[in-house]
């Protein structure tokens, strides 16, 4: 049944492959049960309800994504715009947090619209070749990056212009700034790094040795390491549904996010979204091998009808824009190919509802390596790019690099894209940019200048 329902034989993976990779992807996006939660309580929502709308937005649009679209992509509340929500939406601007959800609805349904009538397919055909694999290199710096800053290995001492805290509230759209990164590598003091280390040399060693399920026997040996360490915390440990009381079930306010003062929180969620969920869904599907085959553009329409009624359905609940998760590719690398990967995400998302402090107690060092291994996995990409023609290369090279150092995915394509029309331009060869390309260059332009 299994097999008839996700084509396993087709797609060269067995049942035991996808549920190992399932549960690879959940371990690694198991932070945001712990983190998303405590973002929200700062714009006054109850931990709890946030805790319950994580668990039933990520486990149902996660398997509707496996089940619709057969991916092995897994989806959650966006880290990024669940920033943006609190910092710049309810607290800088005094929003309430009923009509920030009622914003994320509205951009949903716009999302959706522009799936309907297949704007967001199109961008499949309109972004180059050499920007597609720029996307995947890019991402894996990106995620390489946050893996190092988990292991304490890189951190942010001097900022010039916005915080990185502005950055990731943000996404990042908005602002070009610079840091100075300190590069501690003598901080093997710090238990954190030490435990980071010795997960990225035992996960190493596993996928050298071609050892099934590396990643996922990476973390949870490291994890167990991190017991003596004093990082994993086993007396945290307890079963049980939370609190249902208090629950943020439909309280979004629809109208007050159609008001025109809201338009521009109204932009900026679409715009991310288009752009982090067209970066996420290139770069996965490149990775499981799906993006080159027939019948890929259909599959990743699916894709984002499911993230876009997931957005509505994440913001009824009381979550922030629910999107495809980069952690994804971790699952993909321990040999996720199919729907059955995300179903296996989804319910134990679903699951955490009673089993919430096993997976908490995870410690960030056991996950950090995996993120860490990315980088290595991806950037084979990089060959795919015409770096001798720089019409070509300057794009490439900015999508990569500003992706890391801004900390976003949405900068880093806007860049590329922006930079391509230039040089193609100015070169003579306009004739070979897609129309859409001209377009997104001119909504890059109005973000930056008006939406800032």
């Given at each position: 049944?299994l097999?008839?329902?996700?084509k396993l034989?087709?797609?060269a993976?067995?049942v035991?492959?996808e ?5 690879t992807?959940f ?6 049960l ?6 929200l ?11 319950f ?17 057969n991916?092995?992509v897994?989806?959650g ?7 943006y929500?609190?910092?710049v939406v309810?607290q800088?601007?005094g929003?309430?947090?009923?009509t920030?959800l009622?914003a994320?609805?509205v ?8 799936t309907?009538?297949?704007?967001r397919?199109?961008?499949v055909?309109?972004i ?9 290199v890019?991402?894996?710096f990106?995620?390489?990056?946050i893996?190092?800053r988990?292991?304490?290995l ?14 990731n509230?943000s ?5 070009l700034?610079?840091f ?10 710090n238990?954190d790094t030490l ?5 990225l040399a ?5 996928v050298?040795?071609n050892?099934?399920?590396?990643v ?8 167990l390491?991190g ?6 915390n086993?007396?945290n ?5 939370p ?6 079930i ?8 159609l ?7 109204v ?5 991310v979204?288009?752009?982090?969920t067209?970066?996420t869904?290139?770069?996965?599907t490149?990775?499981a091998?799906?993006?080159d ?5 259909r599959?990743i329409?699916?894709a ?5 009624i997931g ?16 952690e994804?590719i ?14 296996t995400?989804g319910m134990l998302?679903?699951?955490?509802l009673?089993?919430s ?14 993120l860490?291994?990315?980088?290595a996995?991806m950037l084979?990409s ?8 720089f019409?070509?290369?300057?794009p490439a090279?900015?999508?990569?690099i ?11 394509i806007?860049?590329g ?22 377009v997104?260059t001119a909504l890059?332009?109005?973000r930056f200048v008006?939406?800032?």
């Open positions: 049944m097999n008839k329902i996700f034989d087709r797609n993976t067995t035991t492959t549920l190992l990779a399932g549960l992807t371990i690694t996006m198991a932070y945001i712990a983190v998303m939660p405590t973002i309580a700062d714009a006054g929502m109850n931990k709890e309800a946030v805790f709308a994580t668990c039933l937005g990520a486990g149902f649009v996660s398997i509707a994504m496996g089940l619709f679209a991916l092995p897994a989806l509340p966006s880290l990024g715009l669940g920033a929500f609190v910092s309810t800088a601007n929003i309430p947090w009923q920030a009622g994320v609805f951009s949903g349904i716009i999302l959706f619209v522009l309907a009538v297949r704007i397919q199109i961008l055909d309109a180059p070749s050499s920007l597609k694999h720029a996307l995947t890019g991402i894996g990106f995620i390489t990056f893996g190092l988990m292991s304490h890189i951190e942010v001492v001097t900022h010039v212009g916005p915080s990185l805290d502005a950055i509230a996404s990042g759209v908005a602002h700034a610079f100075e990164w300190n590069l501690n590598l003598s901080s093997f003091s238990p435990l980071v280390f010795i997960g035992i996960t190493s060693v596993f050298a040795a050892v099934r399920g590396a996922l026997l990476g973390i949870v040996i490291t994890t390491i017991i003596p360490l004093g990082l994993t086993i007396h440990v307890h079963f049980g549904l609190s249902w009381q208090n629950l943020n439909g309280a979004l306010d629809i109208r007050g996010a008001n025109f003062s809201m338009s521009s929180i932009f900026t969620f679409v715009f979204g288009l752009m982090d067209f970066g869904l290139i770069s996965t490149h990775k091998g799906i993006l085959k027939p019948g890929s553009k599959i329409g699916r984002m009808l499911v993230d876009s957005s509505c359905f994440g913001a009824f609940l009381g979550s922030p824009t629910l999107t495809e998760y980069l994804s971790v699952g993909i690398s321990a040999g996720g190919r199919t729907g059955l990967t995300s179903v995400t998302f679903l699951l955490s009673f089993l402090s096993l997976f908490i107690i995870i410690p960030n060092a056991a996950t950090a390596p995996a860490i291994l990315l980088g996995f084979s990089v060959h795919n790019i015409d770096f001798k023609d019409s070509e290369g300057m090279f900015l999508t990569i500003l992706m890391p150092l801004t900390y976003s995915i949405a900068n880093g806007s860049a894209i922006t930079f391509y029309v230039l040089l193609k331009v100015v070169t003579g060869k306009w004739r070979v940019v897609h129309w859409l390309m001209y997104l890059i332009v109005l008006y939406f800032s």
